[in-house]
T-cell receptor
Framework: ETGVTQSPTHLIKTRGQQVTLRCSSQ?????VSWYQQALGQGPQFIFQYYREEENGRGNFPPRFSGLQFPNYSSELNVNALELDDSALYLC??????????????FGPGTRLLVL | AQKITQTQPGMFVQEKEAVTLDCTYDTSDQSYGLFWYKQPSSGEMIFLIY??????QNATEGRYSLNFQKARKSANLVISASQLGDSAMYFCAMRRSISSGSARQLTFGSGTQLTVLP
């Protein structure tokens, strides 16, 4: 069973640039959620994708957008990067309608630094 | 709104001893899920244990058990026989009722940094 993978592992961008982060879900999962984790804090929910559509969104501005593909992989796009966007971005996959509370399994994360 | 409170920023435990990490939550939902995750310094969130609000038995997974007290709205994690590899940040998280139609998002606490001493 393949776990959740994310790419790239690290990224450095400058303010105003755009970035795309990628996530491959665990085999058998159909839902992907994205979280932002600032240093020293718990993760904050950005949005979730199910059946290639956004299935809920946290308190993040529209410059955070995403996609889910037919193979359930996903992208997170951030436009007009700001210094405060520097964080660890975590992707999690789960099985919508599955048991055990639809447990979310996380990838290793992408560390984004905005200069 | 959902809220998770972890009041212990840091905890120390001697190797082979047991340790309890506190978690309290606030929700108006009747049905919800509670999770604990471990985050080593590498950054990956590792799922440890799940407790459903209607589960009558406390969840257990190997050395991890969840002390669920619904009336007190607490879901403490107990780690037995601590190992050096248990040193990490631990997060408590909650998911709203699936029947509420909301996204299956997790709300996390601020975490507890556990250090296991040799």
């Amino acid at each position: 069973e393949t776990g959740v993978t994310q790419s790239p592992t690290h990224l450095i961008k400058t303010r105003g640039q755009q970035v795309t982060l990628r996530c491959s879900s665990q085999s058998g999962h159909n839902t992907v959620s994205w979280y932002q984790q600032a240093l020293g804090q718990g993760p904050q929910f950005i949005f979730q994708y199910y059946r290639e559509e956004e299935n809920g969104r946290g308190n993040f501005p529209p410059r955070f957008s995403g996609l889910q593909f037919p193979n359930y992989s996903s992208e997170l796009n951030v436009n007009a990067l700001e210094l405060d966007d520097s964080a660890l971005y975590l992707c999690a996959s789960s099985l919508y309608g599955g048991g055990a509370g639809e447990t979310q399994y996380f990838g290793p994360g992408t560390r984004l630094l905005v200069l | 709104a959902q809220k998770i409170t972890q009041t212990q920023p840091g905890m120390f435990v001697q190797e082979k001893e047991a340790v309890t990490l506190d978690c309290t939550y606030d929700t108006s939902d009747q049905s919800y899920g509670l999770f604990w995750y471990k985050q080593p310094s590498s950054g990956e969130m590792i799922f440890l244990i799940y407790q459903g609000s209607y589960d009558e038995q406390n969840a257990t997974e190997g050395r991890y058990s969840l002390n669920f007290q619904k009336a007190r709205k607490s879901a403490n994690l107990v780690i037995s026989a601590s190992q050096l590899g248990d040193s990490a940040m631990y997060f408590c998280a909650m998911r709203r009722s699936i029947s509420s139609g909301s996204a299956r998002q997790l709300t996390f606490g601020s975490g507890t940094q556990l250090t296991v001493l040799p």
